[in-house]
């Protein structure tokens, strides 16, 4: 699995809240998910961060740099996958031991990621 994503060191994104903007690391970024018009934004410090942005949003923003979706909820970031299990139950484990599951018909994006 390729989890050498070197621009992912450099390159921060702006999260802006109702009286300031804050920029986070993509390297800080686990997982995004949506929750209708909120994206929650979890980081490796076990933070949340909620923001006003659609998740097709972050796809078109961020692809090309190590983030794949792979439910229509759900954007990961390929540096934290530690492996894909295949089969009926699609799922990925996260190196923080959360396990995710894997659409139909996403599965063939992130195969062909890896």
């Known amino acids: 699995m390729n989890t050498d994503f070197p621009v992912q060191e450099s390159f921060k994104i702006n999260v802006k809240g109702s009286t ?12 995004i998910q949506c ?13 949340t ?3 006003t942005k659609l998740l097709k949003e972050f796809e ?4 090309g740099y190590g983030f794949i979706r792979i ?8 540096t934290y996958v530690a492996k894909y299990k295949g089969g009926p139950k699609r799922t990925i484990e996260l190196i923080n031991g959360e ?5 139909r018909r996403r599965v063939y994006l992130f195969r ?3």
């Not at 300031?20 to 997982?31: A, E, G, Q, R, T």
């Not at 929750?35 to 933070?47: C, F, R, V, W």
């Not at 078109?60 to 692809?63: A, E, H, Q, R, S």
């Open 49 to 51: 961060i909620a923001i």
């Open 99 to 103: 396990y995710l599951t894997v659409s």
């Open 112 to 114: 062909k990621e890896n």
């Open 35 to 47: 929750d209708g018009y909120i994206s929650i934004l979890h980081t490796k410090e076990n933070k």
């Open 71 to 78: 439910s229509r909820s759900l954007i990961v970031n390929l």
């Open 20 to 31: 300031k903007i804050k920029f986070v690391l993509l390297k800080d970024i686990i997982k």
């Open 60 to 63: 078109k923003d961020l692809c």
